[in-house]
Structure formats: structure tokens, C-alpha cells
């Protein structure tokens, strides 16, 4: 079973979506700008995926121009700022058992597939 992070208006997300669905696996939708992840999910999510939790942040979002540019945070702040502000997360992440990938480019998700 898969899980994907997923904001239906972003053309790479339904993409990713796309892929999933036409290989048969069962998937869960989560829109995470809906339904945000914890703290403890997204740390989970940033292991998962074996990057630092300011890798995972939408750069070009007008949120992090005006609030988070040029600043220093902790992992921790990143991913309180992430839980705040959702908008701020990469998307779309598809996550099967303790395995995460970032669905960029979308075809990335068929390292989970199969």
C-alpha cells in the first residue's frame, strides 16, 4: 500500500498520482495542505527519504521569500515551520513501508512500485 502526500493543483503531484494508479497499487491520498503531517511524520519523512528537513522546503513558495530567506533554523524549526505552514513542503512524497520518494520528477515513484 502506498501513501501519497498530494496537492491536487500541482501538475507533478497528479502526475505522480497518474503513475501510481496506472501500475495497480493501492494508494491513499492524503491532501497534506487539508490534513497536515505531524512533526513526528515529517521527521519520519525527511529519515525515510535521507535528507535534511530544509531540503524538503519549497524555495519558491512567497511564504518562505517573505518569513524564512537568508534565515539559519534548526531540522527542528524547519519542520515546525513545515507543520505551520504547509505550503512550504516539497510535493508529492509517496511512501511504502519505511521507504519515501519525492515524486521529481514524477517517474521517481516507481523506485516504490512493483
Given at each position: 500500500m502506498?501513501?501519497?502526500?498530494?496537492?491536487?493543483?500541482c501538475q507533478?503531484?497528479?502526475?505522480t498520482l497518474q503513475i501510481i494508479e496506472e501500475s495497480g497499487e493501492m494508494v491513499t491520498v492524503v491532501e497534506y495542505l487539508k490534513t497536515?503531517?505531524?512533526k513526528e511524520?515529517?521527521?519520519?519523512?525527511?529519515?525515510?527519504?535521507?535528507?535534511?528537513?530544509?531540503?524538503l522546503i519549497r524555495k519558491g513558495e512567497a511564504i518562505y521569500k517573505e518569513e524564512f530567506k537568508d534565515k539559519t533554523l534548526?531540522?527542528?524549526?524547519?519542520?515546525?515551520?513545515?507543520?505551520?505552514h504547509p505550503k512550504l513542503?516539497?510535493?508529492p512524497i509517496v511512501i511504502?513501508?519505511?521507504k519515501a520518494?519525492?515524486?521529481?520528477?514524477p517517474e521517481k515513484v516507481k523506485e516504490l512500485l512493483g
Amino acid at each position: 500500500m502506498l501513501k501519497i502526500l498530494h496537492n491536487p493543483r500541482c501538475q507533478k503531484s497528479r502526475q505522480t498520482l497518474q503513475i501510481i494508479e496506472e501500475s495497480g497499487e493501492m494508494v491513499t491520498v492524503v491532501e497534506y495542505l487539508k490534513t497536515v503531517p505531524s512533526k513526528e511524520e515529517l521527521q519520519d519523512i525527511v529519515n525515510m527519504l535521507g535528507i535534511e528537513p530544509q531540503d524538503l522546503i519549497r524555495k519558491g513558495e512567497a511564504i518562505y521569500k517573505e518569513e524564512f530567506k537568508d534565515k539559519t533554523l534548526s531540522g527542528e524549526e524547519w519542520i515546525e515551520a513545515m507543520v505551520e505552514h504547509p505550503k512550504l513542503i516539497e510535493r508529492p512524497i509517496v511512501i511504502k513501508g519505511n521507504k519515501a520518494v519525492l515524486g521529481r520528477p514524477p517517474e521517481k515513484v516507481k523506485e516504490l512500485l512493483g
